[in-house]
């Protein structure tokens, strides 16, 4: 919900203390409600604060100016335990503390749901190819999930949003900044579509800059919220595929996705790259163990 009740108000707070990471923020919370937290923290008495590192900043921070700053932007928070958290993110034990959504969260409840991703340098036939998917999938009812990306998970996105049957799937995003940083700049109509169509969530709070560390845990989110994923033409030196749930908790906590991504490579599923055009494209799907396709079988592929 948007922060008006006391622990997601506390909750943003914590959360946008400097230097705070998802997993510090999910020990601080954990067993203990937020507002016993965070009094903790600025007390400079919370066992998992041992070296006082936040004491300052928490006692600099008004948390009623937080809560209004997220009700002002619309950005609601979807707590671990609460009714709106995504189910498929339960079973993950380094799932995020907090999500910070804006749009409809329900739609991350869906029972289908397929992650299309690939490079941000994209050729034409990638993105048309990207495009024509998500249209297929979405009019099927399949939500389509992706990182808003420059490339490919833009034109999955652009092409979910065109579906108008009326079992059309509305469309998931997850970003690595905050929900206030649109990332890159020039998707500003996308995210605004998306957020009106569907639903955007992060695990960032508001004002997280585009860092590179951000972007492995978005990845690891969508990973956790599918039924499949596919990657449309992957340049092997571009990838943002991530592990999917079966793999070890361990191999999915990888520094480096591209690494985890291969060791899941028999989840994924290739497009055929063009006879006449694109050279480049699925390289990490040219690994033994997938499905060679054609977009006409791409609702067969996913039981459709």
Same mark, same amino acid.
């Given at each position: 919900?948007?922060?008006?009740?006391?622990?997601?108000?506390?909750?943003?707070?914590?959360?946008?203390?400097?230097?705070?990471?998802?997993?510090?923020?999910?020990?601080?919370?954990?067993?203990?409600?937020?507002?016993?937290?965070?009094?903790?923290?600025?007390?400079?008495?919370?066992?998992?604060?041992?070296?006082?590192?936040?004491?300052?900043?928490?006692? &600099?921070?008004?948390?009623?100016?937080?809560?209004?700053?997220?009700?002002?932007? =619309?950005?609601?928070?979807?707590?671990?335990?609460?009714?709106?958290?995504?189910?498929?993110?339960? =079973?993950?034990?380094?799932?995020?503390?907090?999500?910070?959504?804006?749009?409809?969260?329900?739609?991350?409840?869906?029972?289908?749901?397929?992650?299309?991703? =690939?490079?941000?340098?994209?050729?034409?036939?990638?993105?048309?190819?990207?495009?024509?998917?998500?249209?297929?999938?979405?009019?099927? =009812?399949?939500?389509?999930?992706?990182?808003?990306?420059?490339?490919?998970?833009?034109?999955?996105?652009?092409?979910?949003?065109?579906?108008?049957?009326?079992?059309?799937?509305?469309?998931?995003?997850?970003?690595?900044?905050?929900?206030?940083?649109?990332?890159?700049?020039?998707?500003?109509?996308?995210?605004?579509?998306?957020?009106?169509?569907?639903?955007?969530?992060?695990?960032?709070?508001?004002?997280?800059?585009?860092?590179?560390?951000?972007?492995?845990?978005?990845?690891?989110?969508?990973?956790?919220?599918?039924?499949?994923?596919?990657?449309?033409?992957?340049?092997?030196?571009?990838?943002?595929?991530?592990?999917?749930?079966?793999?070890?908790?361990?191999?999915?906590?990888?520094?480096?996705?591209?690494?985890?991504?291969?060791?899941?490579?028999?989840?994924?599923?290739?497009?055929?790259?063009?006879?006449?055009?694109?050279?480049?494209?699925?390289?990490?799907?040219?690994? &033994?163990?997938?499905?060679?396709?054609?977009?006409?079988?791409?609702?067969?592929?996913?039981?459709?």
């Amino acid at each position: 919900m948007i922060p008006g009740g006391d622990a997601e108000a506390h909750v943003a707070a914590l959360a946008g203390l400097p230097g705070m990471s998802s997993a510090r923020l999910s020990k601080l919370l954990d067993g203990i409600h937020p507002a016993q937290a965070w009094q903790s923290v600025k007390a400079g008495k919370h066992c998992a604060d041992p070296g006082r590192r936040f004491r300052r900043s928490a006692r &600099a921070t008004d948390v009623a100016e937080v809560a209004a700053r997220y009700r002002r932007a =619309g950005v609601r928070l979807l707590l671990r335990g609460e009714s709106d958290y995504p189910s498929a993110l339960l =079973g993950d034990p380094t799932a995020p503390a907090v999500l910070f959504s804006t749009g409809e969260p329900a739609v991350l409840g869906s029972s289908a749901a397929v992650a299309i991703i =690939g490079t941000r340098s994209a050729t034409a036939y990638g993105r048309r190819v990207a495009a024509e998917i998500g249209v297929a999938l979405a009019e099927e =009812g399949v939500v389509v999930v992706s990182g808003l990306a420059r490339g490919i998970d833009s034109a999955a996105h652009t092409g979910a949003l065109r579906a108008s049957s009326p079992a059309a799937a509305r469309p998931a995003a997850v970003v690595g900044t905050g929900i206030d940083v649109v990332y890159p700049s020039s998707s500003a109509d996308l995210w605004e579509r998306v957020a009106r169509g569907g639903v955007i969530v992060s695990e960032s709070p508001l004002g997280t800059a585009p860092q590179p560390w951000v972007f492995p845990a978005r990845n690891r989110i969508i990973a956790d919220n599918l039924s499949q994923t596919l990657p449309v033409l992957i340049d092997m030196r571009r990838i943002v595929a991530h592990p999917i749930r079966e793999i070890e908790t361990s191999e999915r906590s990888s520094a480096d996705p591209a690494d985890a991504a291969k060791k899941s490579v028999r989840k994924l599923r290739r497009i055929p790259r063009s006879e006449h055009r694109d050279r480049r494209g699925c390289g990490l799907a040219c690994h &033994a163990g997938c499905s060679r396709i054609r977009r006409y079988r791409i609702l067969n592929l996913f039981g459709i």
